[in-house]
């Protein structure tokens, strides 16, 4: 049985349109970065964590933790804070590339993995009327860099480089091989 640590629903959808069959149970972490933490080393911890929480209460189960942030010039973007944080991801964003990295975690009863997937991420020069219609959705509350490539922001992004669905939250491929070997 496969466990996602995770309410998100896109790594749901993702999931699903894999084929991989799971059940839902999210995990609660505390995701404050460590000083000298590179952000891989970040999201893998924080992925690791979540999937230890929930592993600890199911010690038969396999038990998958994800944690997706954006890196720009070095800054670590998570979820934003309220609707003026977004704006300023969105306007460090604007008209740049950067990194969208994802943490994944497998705990199991024969061990625990993790690793994290990296892809780079055009986005074209954003007005600031696109960036306040955009924030007037709701949409870039809950997700990293303030953005959702599947969703509203799609129009804003002009090249990737990697695995589509690592930005979208969760990197099917690279679960299908971590999961091929637990």
Same mark, same amino acid.
């Given at each position: %049985? #496969?466990?996602?640590?995770?309410?998100?629903?896109?790594? *749901?959808? #993702? #999931?699903?349109?894999?084929?991989?069959?799971?059940?839902?149970?999210?995990?609660?972490? @505390?995701?404050? =970065?460590?000083?000298?933490? &590179?952000?891989?080393?970040?999201?893998?911890?924080?992925? *690791?964590?979540?999937?230890?929480?929930?592993?600890?209460? =199911?010690?038969?189960?396999?038990?998958?933790?994800?944690?997706?942030?954006? /890196?720009?010039?070095?800054?670590?973007?998570?979820?934003? &804070?309220?609707?003026?944080?977004?704006?300023? %991801?969105?306007?460090k964003l604007s008209g740049r590339d950067h990194q969208v990295i994802t943490?994944?975690?497998?705990?199991?009863?024969?061990?625990?993995?993790? *690793?994290?997937?990296?892809?780079t991420v055009s986005m074209r020069k954003i007005s600031e009327e696109e960036?306040? !219609?955009?924030?007037?959705?709701?949409? $870039? %509350? @809950?997700?990293a860099g303030a953005y959702a490539i599947q969703g509203g922001a799609a129009?804003?992004?002009?090249?990737? @480089?990697?695995?589509?669905? !690592? /930005?979208?939250?969760? $990197?099917?491929?690279?679960? *299908?091989? %971590?999961?091929?070997?637990?």
């Amino acid at each position: %049985m #496969l466990i996602l640590a995770s309410s998100s629903p896109r790594r *749901r959808e #993702l #999931l699903t349109a894999a084929g991989i069959a799971f059940t839902v149970q999210p995990a609660d972490v @505390d995701e404050t =970065h460590r000083a000298g933490e &590179s952000p891989e080393a970040f999201t893998q911890r924080l992925a *690791r964590e979540k999937a230890e929480a929930i592993f600890a209460n =199911h010690p038969n189960a396999t038990v998958l933790g994800a944690d997706t942030i954006v /890196v720009c010039d070095a800054e670590i973007l998570g979820k934003p &804070s309220d609707e003026t944080d977004a704006a300023r %991801m969105l306007k460090k964003l604007s008209g740049r590339d950067h990194q969208v990295i994802t943490g994944v975690a497998l705990v199991s009863p024969s061990g625990t993995q993790t *690793r994290a997937e990296t892809t780079t991420v055009s986005m074209r020069k954003i007005s600031e009327e696109e960036i306040q !219609n955009y924030i007037a959705t709701g949409e $870039p %509350m @809950d997700k990293a860099g303030a953005y959702a490539i599947q969703g509203g922001a799609a129009p804003f992004i002009t090249q990737i @480089d990697g695995d589509y669905t !690592n /930005v979208v939250g969760l $990197p099917v491929k690279l679960v *299908r091989q %971590m999961l091929s070997t637990a």
